[in-house]
């Protein structure tokens, strides 16, 4: 059974601290992903990685940053939480589009992280 | 990145009942399409994915208009466990990045 797993599921921060979600994937996937979810707006993509060591911003990568050391591991980071990051954080992983058209294929989700910002 | 448009609803209807949605995008380029569930608190899960003129799987139906670019889920004989927010996915051709709908909700009560 595939699995994407998050280090955690609620966390509570204060203002100014600096911040580790981490999220492990076991299906060999290239491409990883992390977005946040808040009501009404859907799901924003901060990062994204298709390989080990390389990243790529998303819509709304001010205030965070992301490590892909090793293929199975994407970390975000932010550098000092405020309030507005207050979020559900969801990471995600898939294999690279198939084909000449390079047909994507399904993504797969963490379980999510609340994380509450104080 | 070009826009995935959904209408958020609540669409509220009865056991029973046929539903569908709908889902616009903007990028004619786009080559992959997907409809995902999330129940409340949970993440989204697949529920199928639409990559030519549209599939079947039980209850469910999607469609894809190419010309008009729309994506269509139709849900046959509601159960209440069929409530849940329903996500619209798009993506262009050799695009690594999936972009998603906001999301339509539905609830069917008794």
């Given at each position: 059974?595939?699995?994407v ?7 509570v ?5 600096k911040?580790?979600l ?34 790529e911003k998303?819509d ?11 293929k199975?591991r ?10 507005n ?15 000449a058209a390079?047909?994507n294929?399904?993504?797969f989700f ?5 994380l509450?910002?104080? | 990145?070009?826009?995935?448009e ?16 709908n889902?616009?995008y903007?990028?004619?380029?786009s ?5 995902y ?5 949970k ?5 199928m ?5 549209g ?6 139906t999607a ?7 729309y ?5 046959r004989?509601?159960?209440?466990s069929d409530?849940a ?11 690594y ?8 909700s539905?609830?069917?009560h008794?």
């Amino acid at each position: 059974d595939v699995k994407v797993t998050q280090s955690s599921r609620y966390l509570v921060k204060r203002t100014g601290e600096k911040v580790f979600l981490e999220c492990v994937q076991d299906m060999d996937h290239e491409n990883m992903f992390w977005y946040r979810q808040d009501p009404g707006l859907g799901l924003r993509l901060i990062y994204f990685s298709y390989d080990v060591k390389m990243k790529e911003k998303g819509d709304i990568p001010e205030g965070y940053s992301v490590s892909r050391e090793k293929k199975e591991r994407f970390s975000l980071i932010l550098e000092s939480a405020s309030t507005n990051q207050t979020s559900m954080y969801l990471c995600a992983s898939s294999r690279p589009g198939q084909g000449a058209a390079g047909m994507n294929t399904e993504a797969f989700f963490g379980q999510g992280t609340r994380l509450t910002v104080v | 990145r070009k826009e995935v448009e959904q209408d958020p609803g609540p669409f509220n209807v009865p056991e029973g009942a046929t539903v569908a949605f709908n889902c616009t995008y903007s990028n004619s380029a786009s080559q992959s399409f997907f409809w995902y569930r999330q129940d409340c608190r949970k993440e989204p899960k697949l529920l199928m994915s639409v990559y030519s003129s549209g599939n079947e799987d039980g209850r469910f139906t999607a469609q894809l208009n190419r010309a008009s670019q729309y994506i269509s889920l139709l849900i046959r004989d509601s159960k209440l466990s069929d409530s849940a927010t329903y996500l619209c996915v798009v993506a262009p051709g050799g695009s690594y990045i999936p972009t998603f709908g906001r999301g339509t909700s539905l609830i069917v009560h008794p």
